[in-house]
């Protein structure tokens, strides 16, 4: 198969999941050796990305501060 077939066959990402994946803002967060095991542990088990539980947990402070 030639390279260009293999590329076209290739699934194209929708504007709408290329606009969300540019809208995001890289962060560094250091973590406590056995809250990053945690974290791992329940990504590999349940198979949702550690981003997004922190994204989550991120989202639950910020509500808990918001008008503080």
Excluded: C, F
Excluded at 14 to 34: G, H, N
Excluded at 35 to 46: G, H, I
């Amino acid at each position: 198969m030639a390279y260009g077939k293999v590329e076209s066959m290739k699934r194209k990402k929708s504007a709408a999941q290329t606009t969300l994946r540019l809208v995001k803002v890289p962060v560094q967060a250091y973590l406590e050796p056995a809250q990053a095991a945690e974290l791992r542990a329940l990504s590999e088990r349940t198979r949702v990305p550690a981003q997004a539980y922190i994204r989550e947990g991120l989202d639950v402070v910020l509500a808990k501060y918001r008008g503080k």
